[in-house]
């Protein structure tokens, strides 16, 4: 059976997340489903203390390190929770590195802002540029004013509701850089080395709900604030290899297929190059559409995962906008709505995203744009 036939209907889904899967990974975890290999069992059923679990757990770690170049003295870990987790987990384990537990923070969209909000129950935050009036640039670097006490500094890479995505890794002078990179994990190749701590939830770009990866430089464990939940403890989840308790099992073995599939498709360098392309084909069309496309976000910072754009004009005209997602729709195009806090449309360009779809997109924005002329 080709993936082809599998897919029922012809969807594209441009979600921000969950999002879109490989249909050869969707494939391979439906004919593995009933039975996992030779143990006549699922994964769901499995338990994560036996040798078949510990092997995709494994598996999908040592494939993880492979792809992102991770050093030996990075631990990686497998944890609940979500990114939204890791905004309390960060700040837990890190605000106390130095005596003064405070904190660096830029904030660039909705989920460093929340991220920022959260770690002030721990400690002292510090937003280390002046306040965006809207979340569409990234603040200089030379308008930074850094914390030289700060445990850390954190940012978000890709802010996922705005489509703002960061082209540089900040200068931390020196502090521990912490990172979320939920959104475009793996969709490009990292320095991990330049880093403390990398997060990433599964379901933006490599896998479903459910696991949310956890890199994190082995001098940074064990510095957690007392009241620190066992479950986010960095040290305690890092001693057990993420088997404290219960993890997500069969989330961490659909990651593990879904690195496979980078694998076997390039790697990270490759999926940067097939996202450079399939982002361009979409900024080239709102460039040349005379304004009738908006993108309201900066040319230096659009994001290459999370492609936002307005209609008729600046604001967004609704009429032409609710056409639009019509006739997407029509096309079996999903999920093309833009986050509900900023309004307009929202493409999602993930990994899994073919460029064949996102030429169905650029085709039928062309056609619409001619149809409104
Ligand atoms: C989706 C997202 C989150 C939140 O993830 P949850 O798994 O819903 O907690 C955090 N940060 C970024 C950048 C995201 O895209």
């Known amino acids: 059976m080709s993936f082809k036939t599998m897919e029922h209907k012809q969807t594209i889904n441009f979600g921000a ?10 494939y391979q975890a439906q004919k593995e489903l009933l039975h ?43 944890l609940q929770g979500g990114g939204c987790g890791q905004f309390s987990a960060v700040p837990l384990n890190l605000i106390g590195l130095k005596a003064d537990r405070c904190a660096d923070y830029l904030v660039t969209g909705t989920w460093s802002a929340k991220a920022a909000k959260e770690a002030e129950k721990y400690g002292k935050v510090n937003i280390v540029h002046p306040k965006l009036d809207s979340y569409t640039k990234i603040p200089d670097p030379s308008s930074w004013t850094l914390n030289p006490l700060a445990s850390y500094l954190y940012y978000c890479c890709n802010e996922t509701v705005h489509g703002v995505e960061y082209n540089f890794i900040p200068e931390a002078n020196g502090a521990v850089l912490v990172c979320d990179m939920s959104s475009n994990f793996l969709s490009q190749p990292v320095d991990v080395s330049k880093f403390g701590l990398i997060f990433a939830g599964a379901q933006k770009n490599v896998g479903c709900a459910g696991v949310t990866v956890v890199i994190v430089r082995e001098d940074l464990l064990g510095h957690s604030m007392k009241e620190c939940p066992v479950v986010l403890d960095y040290k305690q989840q890092a001693d057990m290899n993420s088997l404290y308790n219960t993890p997500p099992c069969f989330s961490i073995y659909i990651m593990g297929l879904v690195l496979e599939w980078i694998k076997n498709n390039g790697g990270s360098a490759a999926m940067e190059t097939l996202n450079k392309q399939k982002s361009a084909m979409i900024y080239d069309i709102i460039n040349a559409s005379n304004g009738f496309y908006v993108c309201p976000v ?39 709505k833009g ?11 993930y990994n899994a995203v073919t460029l064949e779809e996102v030429e169905a997109l650029a085709t039928y924005m062309k056609e619409f744009l001619k149809e409104q002329q």
């Not at 997340?17 to 249909?23: D, E, I, R, V």
């Not at 986050?339 to 360009?349: C, Y």
């Open 298 to 336: 900066e040319e230096g910072c659009r994001s290459r995962m999370n492609v936002n754009f307005r209609i008729g004009k600046k604001e967004g005209d609704e009429a032409l906008e609710k056409k639009f997602l019509e006739g997407a729709s029509k096309r079996g195009m999903i999920s093309l």
């Open 17 to 26: 997340g969950p999002a879109k899967l490989p249909a050869s990974v969707l």
């Open 339 to 349: 986050h509900r806090s900023v309004g307009g449309m929202r493409a999602s360009l």
């Open 36 to 78: 996992y290999s030779d143990t006549g069992i699922s994964v769901l059923e499995m338990s994560h203390r036996s040798s078949d679990f510990n092997q995709i757990l494994n598996k999908t770690t040592s494939l993880l390190r492979e792809l992102l170049n991770i050093p030996d003295n990075y631990k990686v870990l497998m």
